[in-house]
């Protein structure tokens, strides 16, 4: 385990990167001996700065929930980061590319709850009584650490890669449709890049709400009526660049548009 003297630094040098949009070296090839919950520690104080200096916490998301993401990370369970309210857009939003670095985009499911959801021995079935509403979303990644060559511990400390998020199209109840049939269609610059269906998600989008409720228990936290909780991906990362638009065709649900400019 790391002291805190380091947990410290390194939070730090996270706020400065995102700061400066200069990833720091990876964190693994420092310290090697780092643990995922060095990791976490460092995003707990990471999350606590930024709401210090008066950001406002406003959900989570939850990262790693494909099967083909935890293979390519040699780890079997999600992640999980912090959303705060100056990261949540709304759909045909123009997006300053440059406030991220290297940004990606990725399909995923929002739930938003009616009421509080806390572990331990939180359900599948507690989420989906505490959800208001399900809304299309994308979610674009940041990366504060060095891309090539990172792990797990990396990608914990930085948030989970949470940069920003947009959501759109039509919220529905959650036991409107099948969540677990939910589809979309991703395009970038009018052209199919992927396709994806929210099973793909730990089988189902709600699944990594409740193991997010059931991780955080531990550490005395909770989920709140209000929260928005991306709970994943179902389509990999799809990388873009200046001037490109990204529109995500959800079918029944709608679509989710945003510009990087």
Known sequence: MLD????????????DAARTRTPVPLLTGRYPGMTVEDSYAVQRLWRQRNEDAGRTLVGRKIGLTSRAMQAATGITEPDYGAIFDDMVFETGCSVPW??????????ELAFVLKHDLAGPGCTIFDVLNATDYVVPALEILDSRIEMEGR???DTISDNAAMGAMVVGGRPVRP???DLRWVSAI???NQVVEETG??????DHPAAGVHWLANKIAAHGDGLHAGDIILAGSFTRPLW??????????????????????
């Open 4 to 15: 805190p003297q380091t947990i410290s630094r390194i939070a730090d040098e996270l706020l």
């Open 197 to 202: 269906v929210a099973a793909g998600v730990l």
């Open 151 to 153: 792990t797990i511990v």
């Open 175 to 177: 036991d409107a449709v």
């Open 98 to 107: 440059d406030a991220y670095t290297r940004p990606r985009v990725e399909v």
């Open 240 to 261: 873009v660049g200046k001037g490109d638009t990204v529109h995500a065709d959800y079918g029944p649900l709608g679509a989710v548009t945003c510009r990087f400019h």
């Open 186 to 188: 991703l395009y970038k």
